[in-house]
């Protein structure tokens, strides 16, 4: 794990340029995914995550990041998948994304990290319009690697702020626990 | 503000306390007119912001405000009353400071904007030419009256100003004619005696035709102050001894001033008699040579060498010297503040949190080392860290009544708008809490309190046909309670009608036609969104935005408001805040291997779960606590619900208070009192309700801190879909 933070630090003096080319691959509910470096905050292995109630699969809950509490996204469970295992390989990705001009800090739960890619330009496909199983919007692109195609996520898509805290009400409709709103709607 | 210099930057602080004690005196003054105190501190305001923006050289500000300085210097004589009028108009001077200042501050090198100097000038023709219009004439007439009142009084010999003339041998020789003095002195007021003695007559073989031997003792009423009668005899300086003693009556008023001087600085105690028109610089100037040159060892000091010449009276003297005193202590006092950056005071603040963490981690590697030698210390510390906390966090405590002061404008101005009779009634103000959560309670109390003045007070014919007075009043009220702040709003308005409420909650849908509901529960609907009573929107509210906001913005504090109304008596709205956002003393519990916080204050007491004794199954949920029915959440059930568990032998049931209503929370086991160093959960979970932030405990792991009211009323909603409105308790 230490190399790859290394690998990610010494890589930061190249051309912006390149670095827009570089991704770090994962996996998540069996499939190999990717993220462009420059999202990535930082990689921690996992401590203690401490659960909160009453939120849908996707959030795993809280840790502890030197004195500030983060949530932890369970990113097989967004992606519409099982929730993770907790495995020897999990780690925690840490990322940032924007939320009404403030940026907030997320920890992303994937069962490995894999390494840093270099994806020439040339390689980069646009996301098909059907097929994957992957909401669209959740692709970014798609890379070419060798024979395979690497899924490019667009983070500020899947981790949106706005929709995850939004949709944790669906998540209590299908508990069946009657949200606000689905009490409204009814006594329309 | 970055982009503008330290200097610069005090300046605009200044400015602004200045004018915000300067609005505060405004309003004041409508209560009572002639407030010297007030008076004086809009003028020190004006006069203050002029100098030291003349120091910066902000020409048209300098400008600007003498004019204003001119017409409060004439109210601060007496000779300009003070009305409605004139403390609007100040009031728009005000906010028009303000608006130049920001301007120059800003824009440091642009001249004024054509359009602010149009604004100067027709506030500066607001103000000079009301004081010629409303001021010119009254005031004559005024001085008549004063004068046909003197002279009533004139049998009262000892409401006289006392004039000693000493002239010298050689006066008429310089061309002085005393009696054309005395012929003078009458356009200022009334001569009623005047003795002439002459102590210093020869005999007549040796007298010269030439010389004065006269002596005058005067005794004159007027309504002049002493400056004005010295200046009658400055060509006469030289050639004569003057004295002038103040009437009897003048000595309650200099005491009076004297009472009224601004405590800002230590002054001397000549230049404190100068100010208020007691002494005059010559008088002073000429006793401090007299005691300079005075090469006895034991000078006496100038204030008693004034009663001795007959200056002034002992009385005016010794209180003098008395505020002399008491400014010196207040000055002292008020030297030992300090303006400190409050995002030093929030790091402070972080720091001290981390503080009790790592005390909470050092305790617990004691007590697990068994370290018996350590464990003194270990407690000292603790100690120390708890009452570094306790100052820290009283560091950010400031009393609510400025907040309140505030809205006396808001109140001024909107009543005017409206046409009502409204005021304000302020109690509590000294109620101290968070300074993040006084700012934050800011907008929603100001929406409550515009609510209350456009919906809730009638017009004054309105009341009338009510049979309440017409003025209508507004309460604010602060008062702590368990650990919370309490702040009520009310008013003697129209009230709540709950019909109306209703007809148009189910208008808009929100419940059914035929749900019955009670008081509480109708008047609680007035948070929902797009719910307004009002027919008509004004300008200042009856959209229906806003009570949804005020409510949302009161919880994001971890507060909560509520509504009591009697149609025709009046509205309360009652809100209860937490007094801190950073630190609460918490009280932790374990369920299904989780550790949550209850915060303390409103933990009532632990009872342990028998279940021999308490008949506890899964399909009740309450339990008989000395006789009363007391609704439980089994905490590990309630979150984990898909889960199956496994009872502990031992169970315990926290009952929590809030407000008026009692629950129990089940849990497997009791850790104690702890202190919580609260850390925001982010916006992440904005919208989970019953957690209210977590907290790191001493091991590293997280906690959650719950939420109590929003814990309950989201068991309430899954109980009962249908009551999900009824979320006051």
New interface residues.
Partial sequence: MNQLIHKQENKTELMAQDQLRQYLTFQAGNENLAISILDVKEIIEI??I??????PDY?R????LR?????VIDLSARLGRQSSEITKRSCIVLVQVE??E?A?L?GMLVDAVDEILEIPEANIMPPPDFGADIRTDFIQSMGRVGDEFIILLNINRVLS?KE???L??VADYE?G??S?E???S??? | MSDINPALETFSQEVDELLAAMEEALLGLEGTPDDADCINSIFRAMHTIKGSSGLFGFDDVVAFTHEAETVLDRVRNGERAIDAELVSVLLACKDHTAQIIQHFLFNEDEPLPESLHQQSRALIAQLTGQSAAVGGMPSTQEEKADHFEVDDNTTDSSDNWVISLAFKQNALRNGMDPLSFIRYLQTLGKINEVIITMPTLPRIEDMDPEDCYLNFKIAFSSNADKRTIEDVFEFAEDDCDITILPPNSRQEHYLQLLADLPEDQVKRLGEMLIEIGALTEKEVAHTLNEQCADDNLDTKPLGEMLVDKNILQQPVVEQALKKQEAVKQKVNKESNYIRVDAAKLGYLINLVGELVISGAAMRLMVDKHGLSDVDDVASTMSHLVEDIRDTALQLRMVQIGETFTRFQRVVHDVSKELGKQIQLQITGGESELDKTVVEKINDPLTHLVRNSLDHGIETPAERLRAGKPEKGTIQLNAYHDSGRIVIQISDDGKGLDPEKIVAKAVAKGLVKQDQVLSKSEIYHLIFEPGLSTKEEASNLSGRGVGMDVVKRNIEALRGSVSVDSELGQGTTVTIHLPLTLAIIDGFMVEAQKERYIIPLSMVEECVEMNSDEWQIDDTQHYVNLRGQVLPYLRLGDFFHKNKKHTHTQRESLVVVRFGEAKAGFVVDELHGENQTVIKPLGKLFENLNGIGGATVLGSGDVALILDVQGLIQHAKKQVNPTLALSSSV
């Fill in positions: 401590n203690t401490t659960d909160v109630p009453m939120t959030i809950g809280v840790i502890n004195g500030n509490v983060v949530p939320y009404k403030d907030q997320l702020i995850l805290s939004q944790k009400q508990s626990n009657a606000k689905a009490s409204f009814a006594l329309n």
